[in-house]
């Protein structure tokens, strides 16, 4: 069992934002030794959870539904399993929406090492889009896809 100042640690988030998930009811079944939390593994991984949807953009209010699901027993694996399928869809399009960006930078990257040893951009015009090498040029079509 930890403290919530070790918890704190651990996690590397304020005090105050534990005791504000607990608040807010994502630690259920949480001891308490006359009234100080005591975090057990159940809680560890609850918080490692709590984080990474966080991460993921999602809203307290929908992570403790998941919680509540989660107490109710197995009657709600399809809910729980639906609510991770749409995490999962909505991580895949964030994930696509950065590659466009690494894939911008990458280009920019080798397009200013282009001008560096050039000393200016007159080449690089002419080559845009149509005349780039084929590797760049797949960077450059999947960065600029969308818009």
Known sequence: MYTIGQV?????????TLRYYDKEGL????????????FGEAE????????????AGMEIKDIRQFMVWCSQ?????ALRR?????????????????QRVLDMICFKCWYYEQAVQDGNEERLYE????????EIRMLYDHAHEDT
Do not use: N
């Open 8 to 16: 704190s640690k651990m996690f590397h988030l304020p005090v105050s």
């Open 27 to 38: 630690f259920p079944e949480i001891q308490r030794d006359s009234g100080i939390r005591r």
């Open 44 to 55: 560890l991984e609850a918080l490692r959870l709590i984080e990474c949807l966080k991460k």
């Open 73 to 77: 027993g197995s009657s709600t694996y």
């Open 82 to 98: 639906d609510f991770f399928l749409r995490q999962k869809e909505a991580a895949e399009k964030e994930l696509e929406k950065m």
């Open 127 to 134: 080559m845009i889009p149509d005349h780039l090498p084929e």
